[in-house]
């Protein structure tokens, strides 16, 4: 299937915006959603609609049936071995506070380390400074490289028998540096410590194998992958998840309850207090299906192409800024236009009809790394065109020169 031919399966890319035809440069956000994901959440409502796992009637064995089968194939997707460490949650936010609050409270004392990055999204990094204060634990930062990027040198510099939890991003949402996370996870486990991965913005991309990368927890987001929003996974290797402690208490987690003891159900369900988001999980494995179709090998192969495309068409900009590593990159560009603020950059290019994101993009401590208080960034997926990046290029040297006062 060509990128014309998938184009053609999301709805939502045949609008215009102020009279251009619309190019989403704004994946990394949130992905569009192909016709069958829409479908597949609408049958669910207008055909399967129940609560799961306690009603015996045919709606309800029939969600719980889509609900379970959703968790079987994201399971796969990232080669997990069993359905039973696969945690459904709202996204990789909720995943890594699961984490960073049931079990690094859990295990760690005063004077412990917790190690991660400048680079990492503020969902992996403000609940490892909560799990600090809480413990008395100590935060240390893997420091950055010029180009944003991370050594492994640094890594065996910065983690130490002290070392509980190494937190890192697989990709970073504003470097585009795809982080060697299965070298860092051995160094971390040669030190007694535990590997957790942000993957919000590898599983999209790439494919994904947590039981090679060898990572003890990983966190991933249905709606960056084609899937709704509200849906995501924790991936958790079985010995820690069944030795971990529910954060959230009610309805479907429990397994008897009395007065004033309760017990919990068995791996996943401790985790899934309440309804859970069955619509969402019915959505999710919509977009592996759809996802596999394509393959994920030859979506990061178009995606590379893509970023390689963009960085050598937008280095060609005289007074724009590339932000991380130029080459080997995940699927963005992150850049300033001049001293044009990035939301004056981002309207610009939003009444050409060419959509992408300004601020500082949940990640204020690598804004002051990079020295900026915010930048402009084009991200790409596998409903993109070369095409689409050359609108973004004559968008940009349109707003070279309406802004030209603020550049050179």
């Not at 999204?121 to 935060?139: D, E, F, M, R, Y």
């Not at 890594?155 to 060697?180: H, Q």
């Amino acid at each position: 299937m060509n990128t014309a031919e998938i184009r053609e399966l999301f709805p939502i890319l045949k609008q215009e915006i102020n009279g251009h035809p619309l190019i989403y440069l704004d994946s990394a956000a949130t992905s569009q959603k192909p016709a069958s994901v829409i479908d597949a959440v609408k049958r669910y409502y207008e055909w399967d609609n129940a609560n799961v796992h306690r009603g015996v009637h045919t709606l309800g064995s029939r969600a719980t049936d889509a609900y379970e089968g959703a968790r079987e194939k994201v399971a796969k997707f990232i080669n997990a071995s069993s359905e039973q460490e696969i945690i459904f949650t709202r996204g990789t936010t909720t995943a890594l506070n699961i984490v960073a609050s049931s079990y690094a409270r859990s295990v760690l004392q005063e004077g412990d380390e917790i190690v991660i990055t400048p680079m990492e999204h503020h969902a992996n990094l403000i609940p490892w400074q909560q799990a600090a204060k809480a413990t008395g634990a100590v935060l240390k930062y893997i420091p950055l490289q010029p180009d944003g990027s991370i050594s492994l040198s640094d890594v065996e510099a910065t983690v130490t028998d002290r070392t509980k939890i190494v937190s890192v991003v697989y990709v970073s949402n504003v470097l585009g540096v795809v982080n060697p996370v299965k070298q860092i996870a051995a160094i971390a486990h040669k030190h007694g410590a535990k590997m957790v991965v942000d993957g919000a913005q590898s599983t999209p991309h790439m494919k994904v194998d947590v039981q090679d990368l060898d990572c003890d927890f990983y966190a991933l987001s249905g709606h960056k992958m084609c899937g709704p929003t509200g849906i995501g996974a924790l991936y958790g290797k079985k010995a820690l998840l069944e030795q971990m402690e529910p954060v959230e208490f009610g309805g479907e987690m429990i397994d008897h309850v009395g007065l004033y003891e309760s017990t919990w159900k068995d791996l996943p369900w401790k985790f899934e207090g309440g309804t859970p988001i069955i619509a969402g999980a019915v959505g999710l494995g919509a977009a592996i299906d759809f996802l596999q179709q394509i393959g994920m090998d030859a979506v990061y192969k178009h995606d590379l192409h893509l970023t390689n495309y963009a960085v050598e068409r937008m280095s060609d900009i005289e007074d724009l800024t590339i932000y991380g590593p130029l080459k080997d990159r995940a699927g963005l560009v992150t850049f300033n236009l001049g001293d044009v603020h990035p939301h004056d950059v981002a309207t610009v290019l939003d009444a050409e009809g060419v959509a992408v994101r300004a601020g500082h993009h949940c990640c204020q401590p690598l804004m002051r790394w990079l020295e900026v208080s915010a930048t402009a960034r084009a991200s790409f997926y596998l409903y993109n065109t070369e095409a689409d990046i050359d609108r973004l290029v004559a968008a940009l040297l349109k707003t070279k020169e309406y802004f030209g006062h603020a550049i050179g």
